[in-house]
């Protein structure tokens, strides 16, 4: 089993940057794919980002590409996403999440955290 905490949200203003970090407990966290997704209210969960069980391959939605990057340290066992020109579009909680293979469906993915609120103002 993975339990992961998420870490790094707030509030900030549109155009800013903030860095979310998620940490994973477990010894195989090398081996798992890692990805991020954001849920506004009202909305359904969506993907955000995913990175492979190097770091080697990474994957984004269109809305946020360019923007944001996904990164992991196997040795800290942590996973994080840097968020830059934040738009208050991008306003939602945000969760981390674990898989053995590159999925962008929240169903393909086996573990979750509890996730962490980002509100970008205008």
């Known amino acids: 089993q993975v339990q992961l905490v998420e870490s790094g949200g707030g509030l900030v203003q549109a155009g800013g940057s903030l860095r979310l970090s998620c940490a994973a407990s477990?010894?195989?966290?090398?081996?798992?794919?890692m990805g991020w997704f954001r849920q506004a209210p009202g909305k359904e969960r969506e993907f955000v980002a995913a990175?492979?069980?190097?770091?080697?391959?990474?994957y984004y939605a269109d809305s946020v590409k360019g923007r944001f990057t996904i990164s992991r340290d196997n040795a800290k066992n942590t996973v994080y996403l840097q968020m830059n020109s934040l738009k208050p579009e991008d306003t939602a909680v945000y969760y981390c999440?674990?898989?053995?293979?590159?999925?962008?469906?929240?169903?393909?993915?086996?573990?979750w955290g509890q996730g962490t609120q980002v509100t970008v103002s205008s």
């Open positions: 999440a674990v898989t053995p293979y590159i999925e962008t469906r929240p169903g393909g993915y086996h573990y």
């Open positions: 477990g010894r195989t966290f090398s081996t798992y794919v």
């Open positions: 990175i492979s069980w190097s770091g080697g391959s990474t």
